[in-house]
Structure formats: structure tokens, C-alpha cells
Nanobody, 123 residues
């Protein structure tokens, strides 16, 4: 399985981006999917997760109300709409495919990782 993340870039505080994660190699429609991020000097942290049919989601407290995760199983793609961006959202954002069908917040529940896309928010 390969995961290709895209959509990152440089944006001013308050702006928006739409991150995409396209999977290839096999269908991931039975897998929970997640977005994580890692800022310089910090550990990788969960941002959002979505269950296999998209009926259940999880958000980190820091992004609730600003970020929205969604998926299109027909396209084998997961999205992360990021709104009202803050400088502290600056990080490399990674998508991941879970070994479980649920919207898991646990790093250990994910076994496939994309290469990451950089989001930089200027103040």
C-alpha cells in the first residue's frame, strides 16, 4: 500500500487548505484512516481519524471545530479540510491507514504511512 499526501503549502493565519491522501496498491475501504502531524522538535501527534465507512470521527482537542476529516472510498482517498489555521498548526502532516476499522487515535493502530505534506502558517 502506498499513501500519497498532498495539498500542503504556505498560508496566512486564518486561512484554509485541503489536504488529500490518495491510496494505491489495494483498497482501504475497510480500514480506519488518520491524519497525524509533526512539528520540528515535537513528537508525531494525532490530528483526526475516521472509521472505515466514515460514520465515526475523532479530533484532537486542538483542532476541533476547525478541521474536518472525510473520505471517499470510491476514490480510495481521505481528506483533511483545515480552516482558521494558526501558526501552531505548522507541521508536516501525515496520513496513515489503520489496521483497525475504527477511528483510532492510537499511533500503534496504524501500519501504513504516507510521506507527509508540509503546512506552514505565517502570522
Amino acid at each position: 500500500v502506498q499513501l500519497q499526501a498532498s495539498g500542503g503549502g504556505l498560508v496566512q493565519a486564518g486561512g484554509s487548505l485541503r489536504l488529500s491522501c490518495a491510496a494505491s496498491g489495494r483498497t482501504l475501504s475497510n480500514n480506519g484512516m488518520g491524519w497525524f502531524r509533526q512539528a520540528p522538535g515535537n513528537e508525531r501527534e494525532i490530528v483526526a481519524a475516521i472509521s472505515w465507512r466514515g460514520l465515526s470521527t475523532y479530533y484532537a482537542d486542538s483542532v476541533k471545530g476547525r478541521f474536518t476529516i472525510s473520505r471517499d472510498n470510491a476514490k480510495n482517498t481521505v481528506y483533511l479540510q483545515v480552516n482558521r489555521l494558526k501558526p501552531e498548526d505548522t507541521a508536516v502532516y501525515y496520513c496513515a491507514a489503520g489496521r483497525v476499522a475504527a477511528a483510532s487515535s492510537w499511533h500503534s493502530d496504524y501500519n501504513y504511512w504516507g510521506q507527509g505534506t508540509l503546512v506552514t502558517v505565517s502570522s
